[in-house]
């Protein structure tokens, strides 16, 4: 709420979190140089339902997409770091997984 007792816009939400922000980085100095925002919490929250299993239309419809092909990315995006995982154990397999996909496109 805001001072006035009203929901907080999104400029509101933006200097609350700056503020907050600026405080942490004062116990967690790295936290200065990072680029913190509303967006960054709304991209986190995507990408951890889509990996938790979450059907991307649920997501699509909870982030207010019009088009299914925007909320995708956030699949897309969990696809590459299932891949970079995979890498890091097995780089043989991830290489040839990385292949298969790209010959499906």
Known sequence: MNRYGRPLGASGVRFKLKKYVAAAAKKVASLADKRVSPHKFRHATAVSLVAAG????????????????????????????????????????????????????
């Open 54 to 105: 979450v059907d991307i239309t649920v997501i699509r419809s909870w982030l207010g997409h019009a088009s299914l092909d925007t909320t995708n990315i956030y699949a897309r995006a969990n696809l590459e770091t299932k891949r970079k995982a995979l890498e890091k154990v097995d780089p043989v397999r991830a290489a040839q997984q990385t292949s298969a996909l790209e010959t499906r496109r």
